[in-house]
């Protein structure tokens, strides 16, 4: 798909409510994919850059990020859209309808959007049986998890295993979404101490679920840009203690650098895109630094252009991911960034 021709398509979406817009955009995904409309839309193959990370074959270093299809249900669709691996969620125990609306906010001229979504989902069984039903895709598959809403932070861990179980049969990683911050305290799980009591009870049960289905699975953790150096340092150490397989850097920020101005600034939320760039590297910069390559690093966070891609990957990351930058810039930046990293990497 040309630049020009989204910027069509997206003049039109943005005369839209953003939850409305990103509503109609999946369900014409779904159709398009369908009708094997897709390929001749997008105009390009799919960059071909195979790389093994955590033990798995991603077709190309670029990703969807979780919260784009929240019900699991578009996951063909983004493939053909040329991403190396499509992560879905965040998917809980049960169904919940999320935060009252409006809670999805534009702030174009910044590219950046305000969310206070509340990890609005089907819940894990319908969005398993989706992946079921719809997944016709050959790259990698995540799916990000976490706790409801009503659960206390004591009983917690019951619905991060709870989900666990019911995704593994589907599921090439899973990610565990302790970072989000539209949802009271769920933060407060980041804490060294409750990490390592979470991420114990979870490699257990991976442990256990490997030996039943000879299957192995692997663990990857979400983290916030709001953390100081302190709360890096003692994450990295307990994350190096478990051998988690992987780490996601990093979910959406509570400030709102860069979009002051804005007249959504005042939201509550969690606010990614373009603002959030260089306080996600330097997060990202922070845990390679400490962990010095022995956990994989998934960077996302701001990425606008392939340039931006390629300067997470100098920064310690093994793979990326797009979501706000994908909104704004639509295909041709999964294209462009795929091939910005395959040459960085080949030199």
Known sequence: ????????AKKLLFCLEPETAHKITLAGLRTAEKL???????????VDDPVTIMGLRFPNRVGLAAGMDKEANTIAAFGHLGFGFVEVGTLTPRPQPGNPKPRLFRCIPQQALINHMGINNPGVDEGVENIRRTRRYNGVLGVNISKNKTTPNSEAHQDYLECLRAVWDVAD???????????????????ADSAADLLALMKSEQANLSS????????????SPDMSEAQIRDLARVFQDSQLDGLICTN????????????????SGGMSGKPLYDRANETLEAF???????IPIIGVGGITTPEDAVRKIKAGASLVQLYSGFVYNGPPLVHGAA?????????
């Open 252 to 267: 959406t920020t509570t400030t709102r650098e860069g979009v002051q101005d804005s007249p959504h600034a005042c939201q």
């Open 36 to 46: 094997h409309l897709l390929p001749a839309c997008i105009g390009s193959k799919p």
């Open 212 to 223: 039943e289905t000879g299957r192995y699975v692997p663990l990857v953790m979400k983290v």
């Open 288 to 294: 390679a630094q400490e962990l010095q390559g022995s």
């Open 1 to 8: 798909m040309s630049p020009h021709l989204y910027n069509l």
């Open 339 to 347: 091939q910005a990293i395959k040459e960085q990497c080949a030199r």
């Open 173 to 191: 990683y899973v990610a565990i979404n302790f970072s989000c911050p539209n949802v009271p305290n769920l933060q407060d799980l980041a804490k």
